[in-house]
């Protein structure tokens, strides 16, 4: 919720001189789930893509727009930290769309029932959504 919050926060600071509009957005793979934050802002230079995720890195001064240079940074990493990744798509002038992944919740373990492993038992199976992993437990 904070990640969204945050975004949205960022589209209504940096926001042109057309009123602003944000859009959410969400769309789920077989992998994972997609989210994006689309605004109509002052946008950003491409060039600059990458290091409005660095810590205390601002594109405009403290008098020009009010911030830390942390909220991005922080949002980023715990993207990161779930297993997703995280970018924007902007150009200056045309509004800016921030997008993360996560994945998908790895499947709930399943009863082993076997002869080592007979019904009733208290084992547990856990799947791992890694490809051609054997699973772990």
């Known amino acids: 919720m904070q990640l969204f919050q945050n975004l949205i926060g960022n589209a209504i600071k940096f926001a042109s001189d057309r009123p602003p509009k944000i859009e ?3 769309e789920t793979t077989a992998s994972h789930h997609r989210f994006c934050c ?6 950003i230079a491409p060039e600059d893509a990458d290091r409005i995720f660095a810590v205390f890195q601002r594109l405009h001064t403290g008098r ?4 830390t240079g ?9 993207v990161e930290r779930h297993g997703g990744r995280m970018w924007v798509e902007s150009r200056p002038g045309e509004g800016a769309t921030f997008c993360f ?7 709930a373990p ?3 029932e076997s002869a080592a492993h007979p019904p009733g038992t208290d084992e547990f199976q856990f799947r791992s959504p890694i490809p051609g ?5």
């Open 24 to 26: 959410i957005s969400s």
């Open 38 to 43: 689309r605004d109509n802002g002052i946008g």
């Open 64 to 67: 020009e727009v009010p911030g």
């Open 70 to 78: 942390i909220g991005l940074a922080i949002c980023k990493k715990v």
């Open 101 to 107: 992944t996560l994945p998908k919740a790895p499947a």
């Open 110 to 112: 399943t009863r082993l």
């Open 133 to 137: 992993d054997a699973g772990r437990q």
